[in-house]
């Protein structure tokens, strides 16, 4: 594997390279919907860079992933939040990292649960591959392979600035 | 045959004896203390090395279910006497029936068979049993088990009438309607794990009313299983007052209290209840000065009875096969020595029942139990003789073990 | 001793009781319940955690109305539920408790709802499952004797967070027959848990428990000394058996001094909430106007309760 850039890329600058990706599709009038935590902060900041009038959605996916029966419930579930009716909308949904594929279908599962979209693409900042179903991001800044020990993890820092956390096992 | 039992430290409370020697045993009986008889043989010698030995157990509760496997329970723990309740399937309420039994303990040939015969027809508490020719078929006493007599002039009558013949009667005190719905110590824990709770009450009421009636009618009376510090002080004013009483305690009750029900653990159901941890204490003074004697209330019950939620499961424990190491145990916490805890099971029972046994003086019936006071045995199922497994004490390191216990100068166990 | 509903890891695996939880796991269910009311409001009322699991509700005392709720939080979980009225089954027949379980554990059940009217009967079922290793089956108790009901008691404490924030500024109240009420003891247990500075018990002496000052109450058999200032009020169900059990002389009696009427509601804080487990007998231990009234949140009790019932079922399974 190549080795990692160091220092670490500047995560806010990467939300602005998003943005930029997203810019061109807004005539679809897409609704931005943010995986807790890493993808609502990064909803949060694409509504602010793109001027997106409506409220962004907040999803949890606690109770729809597949690990259930070894993992058991995670201890911090938050509610999902999904201000605007998703049936017919272009949603996108937003997260900070693509490993295997797995958070992406439980959201896609919870997200049908809610009504039937036009279309849903995916945004992520970084995709670390080990993809283990076919699902592939329509946006992406950075492609950084990562080994299984490894924790490629968004965090907010005091100021309010988001930025990227590594960790070995 | 002629036994001798060298090397072992000798107990016998009841006549002060403390002493390293040697017992000489011939014809059932003890011949020789100390030094052999005139031209002994022993044709058995017993090594007694590093144990104690004294007069067999006498347990003044023992429920015999299936009386082969109980009676070898018995001897299995010490005991060589067991007074058994008149509350089986049929209650003993017949002659005929005290007769059977006593002859299928002889049969059996291992510890003596003490009937308790049944104060009232089925134990019902309105007609009176034929006192006298039960006591002729070998009833020691007379009770009514856990089955409150409830019409007080009943109860007056039956004791006139034992006292005519000079029976004694055992009852234990519960005043019924206070008890019937309880299936706990009134206490803080009952209140905490919403069990319905059986008051102290309902011991001193009953208490007190027995001990009305003793003075009306002279009647000796044994109070079984007494739970409640303010029982044992109304017996102990009762004594003072010179009162033919006596009474016992069970011996879970001087280990246990409330807070042992733990998280509902059915094991930890007795009737009467475990109480508080103050009431546990007197009852352990009332020990420990001689007030009461202690028993082990053995109730041998089946998963079917036991393994279910406290308030269904039947109370009770199985008690003959640990009645002396937790005896022993007590009497380390109380700070009570050894041939004073002995006592409490040998010579003061013997005592209750008015008997010349439980003590090891010349001439006196071979009834031995020799024990190691210091050997260590994991309490499991499958080591008990007793049908009965159902034990608070499950899994729990005992200490003191019958190695030889004797009955009429048989051996009738070897460790 | 070690409670039997928390694994080695102190992670809940069955709900028996609220005594012995410690506070970040009841904190840790009224949050999880939170997410739950979002799914309760949506239009498909279901996510997927359960799919797959058998619930079996085992009443052995009738309750159409706690039943129901269990199985209605199960049902939104995706788990198959199975009701069983063991009144009319096999225990009639004389199979003892244990029995049933086994038998039910054979057919693959994943999780017991148990009510049942002897005091501590979940606590055997946990135990015996231990026993026989099958650490991969949970067990709730939906009321047990007058010990506890632990899942009324958390929802009692979701309505208490939802409209009063926070616990350690509270006065709170507990109402009527506490000696034979498993809820009243799950609501103390729980309020003293979460830091209620004061928690009172009201009612007459032949109604509550000796030792209640042991478990951190205060008693009051005045209720209007009892309401003063109170935030919360949780008021208790009179069953009618009490009548004949010598323990009260008669439900107007009763009710005079122990039912909740617009004036006494008075007394306590203008903006305290009435709560009741239900079901309610208007007229015995609260007045029709007060039940209807703008402080009582009885109705949205049973909203939480689902939410609440939903979250202890999630997280006793994956555990």
Known sequence: MPPLPNPLPDAETQCRQLADLIRPHLHRRPALIGIFSG??????????????????????????????????????????????????????????????GRTTRAALNELFDYGRPAS??????????????????????????LSDGETLELCKLDDGRLSWGLENA | MNIEIRNGRVIDPKNGVDRDMSLFIGEGRVTGLGQAPASFAA??????????????????????????????????????????????????????????????????????VLPLGALTVGLRGEHLSELAGLKKAGC??????????????????????????????????QDYWLSRNGIAHEGEVASRLGLAGIPVAAETIAIATILQLVRDTGCRIHLTRLSSASGVALVSAARDEGLPITCDVGVHHLLLTEDDIGFFDPHARFS????????????????????????????????????????????????????????LKWAAVAGVDLPAALARITSAPADVLGLASGQLSLGSVADICIFDPGATWQLTPELLKSRGKNSPWTGCIMTGRVMVTLVDGRVVYEG | ????????????????????????????????????????????????????????N???????RTRTTFEIAAKRLSADVINLDINRSSTAKGETLLDTIDNLCAMHADLFVVRHASSGAPYLIAEHLQRIGRDDVHVINAGDGRHAHPTQGLLDMYTIRHYKKDFTQLRVAVVGDILHSRVARSDIQALTTLGVPEVRAIGPETLLPKHLDKLGV???????????????????????????????????????????????????????????????????????????????????????????RMAVMSIVAGN
Request: proline share 7%; charged share 20%; aromatic share 6%.
């Open chain 2, 272 to 327: 009467p209840p475990l109480r508080a941890q103050s009431d546990c204490q007197a009852l352990s003074r009332a020990a420990a000065s001689g007030l009461a004697a202690i028993c082990s209330d053995h109730t041998p019950l089946g998963a079917d009875d036991k393994l279910l939620p406290f308030g269904e499961a039947s109370p009770g424990a199985t008690g003959l096969e640990v009645l002396l190491p937790l005896t």
């Open chain 2, 43 to 112: 044709e058995r010698t017993i090594d007694a090395s590093g144990c104690i030995v004294c007069p067999g157990l006498i347990d003044l509760s023992a429920r015999l279910n299936s009386i082969e496997a109980e009676l070898a329970a018995a001897v299995a723990g010490g005991v060589t006497s067991v007074v058994v309740p008149p509350d089986a399937t049929p209650p003993l309420d017949e002659p005929e029936l005290a007769d059977r039994l006593i002859h299928r303990g002889k049969e059996i040939g291992m510890a003596r």
């Open chain 1, 120 to 145: 849903v693409t995916l945004a992520v900042l970084a995709d670390r591959g080990g993809r283990e179903l076919p699902i592939g991001a329509a946006y992406c800044i950075w492609e950084v392979p």
């Open chain 3, 218 to 308: 205060q008693v009051f058999h005045d209720m209007n000394e009892g309401l003063k200032d109170c935030d919360v009020i949780i008021m208790l169900r009179l069953q009618n058996e009490r009548m004949t059990g010598a323990l009260l002389p008669s439900a107007g009696e009763y009710f005079r001094h122990y039912g909740l009427t617009p004036q006494k509601l008075a007394l306590a804080k203008p903006d305290a909430i009435v709560m009741h487990p239900g079901p309610m007998n208007r007229g015995v231990e609260i007045h029709s106007e007060v039940a209807d009234g703008p402080q009582a949140v009885i109705l949205p009790q049973v909203t939480f309760g689902i939410a609440v």
């Open chain 3, 58 to 64: 085992l009443f052995f005392e009738n309750s159409t």
């Open chain 1, 39 to 100: 993808g609502a902060w990064i909803a949060e900041r694409l509504k602010e860079l793109l001027g997106l009038p409506e409220d962004i959605g907040l999803i949890d996916v606690s109770f729809y992933r597949d690990d259930f029966s070894e993992k058991g419930l995670r201890p911090q579930v938050k509610p999902t939040l999904i201000p605007f009716d998703v049936e017919g909308r272009h949603l996108i949904l937003v997260d900070d990292v693509l490993y295997t």
């Open chain 3, 1 to 56: 001793m070690h409670s039997p509903q928390l694994n080695r890891n102190g992670e809940l695996i069955h709900l028996l009781s609220i005594e012995g939880l410690p506070p970040h796991v009841i904190a840790q269910i009224l949050d999880t319940a939170e997410s739950f009311m979002e799914v309760s409001a949506r239009d498909v009322k279901k996510v997927p955690v359960l799919r797959g699991k058998s619930v079996f």
């Open chain 2, 140 to 173: 020691v006493a007379f009770s009514q088990a856990q089955v409150p007599l409830v019409d007080t002039e009943a109860l007056l009558r039956a004791l006139e009438y034992a006292t005519t013949f000079g029976f004694a009667v055992w009852l234990q005190a």
